[in-house]
């Protein structure tokens, strides 16, 4: 309701008391997204880690990268060297610079993703993603410069290209005699249709992604482990200085929601 929507909206500090918009809610308010998503890119650009801030928050709009369905043990061993105690969206971000890394090197990603159960088609929605925030704070907020645009008609054409594949008709299957008995189904064809539009989506990557950047300093993901915070969780519990002294059941923890004072 209402009263819930102004509450949240003060506890992302876009609100003052006297539900007025706060220097950061006039600048949230100019963005076309969720206030969460806004107050993350726009503090992580600030403070000069935006283009990480980006990629994570791409990759919460997107579903799963994972591949739960058909992931063995060895994938899951592969895969582990990429996870990270620092929570999930470090995990994603580890995954998606690999991933991007991977690409610039030439490597097969397509593979690359199979050995690690992870769903490549994710990891490309996250390239998009993340070109339409940089165009969003671009056009609202002024931030970034017109040298960093890429040639849209290409991007047009690839997407053209694309939208005509999707209508061509299925690769037909071929049926094959083995033994005189048994019948086997050749997905050669299929599997060369899945190639191209691999490549097709990789040529959008490129020309969308010209300059990945993929060495974050100790300094850098401190900073981005702050702005996630920030903008994510606002409503942080710390726990209070006597709980040493308490039994977990009796543990105090403070927000500043929860120590708020009232409105006069």
């Known amino acids: 309701n209402l009263n819930e929507s102004l ?5 992302q500090g876009a609100l ?12 949230l308010s100019r963005l076309p997204v969720e206030v969460s998503l806004g107050k993350l890119i726009f503090s992580a650009a600030v403070l000069g880690v935006l283009e990480p801030a980006l990629t994570i928050a791409a990759g919460l709009n997107i579903q799963s990268v994972f591949n739960k369905s058909n992931c063995r043990g060895e994938e899951l061993q592969i895969r582990s060297l990429l996870e990270t105690s620092k929570g999930d969206l470090a ?13 610039s090197e030439g490597v097969n990603t397509r593979q690359w993703c199979k050995k690690r159960g992870i769903k490549e088609q994710q990891l490309f929605e996250m390239s998009k993603l993340r070109r339409q925030f940089r165009t ?3 056009d609202h907020l002024n931030i970034g410069s017109k ?6 008609e290409k991007v047009r054409d690839i997407r053209r290209l694309k939208w005509r594949k999707k209508l061509e008709e299925p690769a037909r299957k071929i049926l094959k005699i083995k033994h005189g008995k048994h019948r086997k189904t050749d997905h050669s064809s299929e599997e060369e249709g899945e190639e ?8 959008e990557y490129f020309l969308t992604n010209p300059q990945p950047n993929l ?15 920030f903008g994510l969780y606002p409503n942080i519990a710390i726990s209070d200085q006597h709980n040493a002294e308490k039994k977990p059941t009796d543990f105090v923890f403070h927000t500043q929601r929860k120590n708020r004072r009232p409105s006069p």
Not at 196 to 203: A, G, K, P
């Open 196 to 203: 191209e539009e691999d490549e097709i989506s990789s040529l």
């Open 147 to 152: 040298e960093e645009d890429i040639d849209e």
């Open 16 to 27: 003052k008391t006297e539900n007025e918009l706060s220097p950061i809610g006039q600048v």
């Open 7 to 11: 509450a949240f909206l003060q506890q």
């Open 215 to 229: 060495d974050l300093s100790r300094h850098v993901r401190d900073t981005l482990n702050f702005v996630s915070v």
């Open 91 to 103: 995990t994603l971000l580890n995954i998606y610079e690999e991933w991007s890394q991977a690409k």
């Open 136 to 138: 969003i704070l671009r």
